[in-house]
T-cell receptor
Framework: DTAVSQTPKYLVTQMGNDKSIKCEQN?????MYWYKQDSKKFLKIMFS???????INETVPNRFSPKSPDKAHLNLHINSLELGDSAVYFC????????????FGPGTRLTVT | QKEVEQDPGPLSVPEGAIVSLNCTYS??????FMWYRQYSRKGPELLMY????GNKEDGRFTAQVDKSSKYISLFIRDSQPSDSATYLC??????????????FGGGTRVLVKP
């Protein structure tokens, strides 16, 4: 049983398109995160939701919009994709009071051409 | 300059050797120090975490934190080829009810040769 799952695993699209990535966790956690990992493996937080409420919003272009329909799901919608958006996007989850122990999904490899 | 610095490697060692990894940081507010392991094309997985300064041991893994020097280390004893992965250090300030975030280093790639 996958703890944190993401779809799709791979996404290849052209500049200017809009795309979404979905994340689901079955760990009963109340906090979920989106991270971006660039080609140099640097992992940087983008957003965090606690009980469907946005609590962390790092300096991310407003073309990126997260949405949490419930505690177990966190989606990421990206408008007007740019070449620089190419990266691996990871979803993670944790208990709010155990944020040091985050469980990561397998990642979505986004390539913008 | 990044808040957390980590040598990207690769660090190549023979099987059975001790692997020594480290990170330096600049933010004195960090209190939780984590090591994550990431296999190729997979998500990171938590190996160990340490609160404040000191040592922590878990099997073949030992984590050390020296807050006075803003320096953390991870040692892997009796390294195995299955330890070949990228190791990411991560840090966090005091855990709040919500709004916690981890700041990651760039990762060190480790290769353990049979």
């Amino acid at each position: 049983d996958t703890a944190v799952s993401q779809t799709p695993k791979y996404l290849v699209t052209q500049m200017g398109n809009d795309k979404s990535i979905k994340c689901e966790q079955n760990l009963g956690h109340d906090t979920m995160y989106w991270y971006k990992q660039d080609s140099k493996k640097f992992l940087k937080i983008m957003f965090s939701y606690n009980n469907k409420e946005l609590i962390i919003n790092e300096t991310v272009p407003n073309r990126f919009s997260p949405k949490s329909p419930d505690k177990a799901h966190l989606n990421l919608h990206i408008n007007s994709l740019e070449l620089g958006d190419s990266a691996v996007y990871f979803c993670a989850s944790s208990q709010a009071t155990g944020a040091y122990e985050q469980y990561f999904g397998p990642g979505t490899r986004l390539t913008v051409t | 300059q990044k808040e957390v610095e980590q040598d990207p490697g690769p660090l190549s060692v023979p099987e059975g050797a001790i692997v020594s990894l480290n990170c330096t940081y600049s933010n004195s507010a960090f209190q939780y120090f984590m090591w994550y392991r990431q296999y190729s094309r997979k998500g990171p997985e938590l190996l160990m975490y340490t609160y404040s300064s000191g040592n922590k041991e878990d099997g073949r893994f030992t984590a050390q934190v020296d807050k006075s020097s803003k320096y953390i280390s991870l040692f892997i004893r009796d390294s195995q080829p299955s330890d070949s992965a990228t190791y990411l250090c991560a840090m966090s300030g005091a855990i709040k009810a919500a709004g916690n975030k981890l700041t990651f280093g760039g990762g060190t790639r480790v290769l353990v040769k049979p």
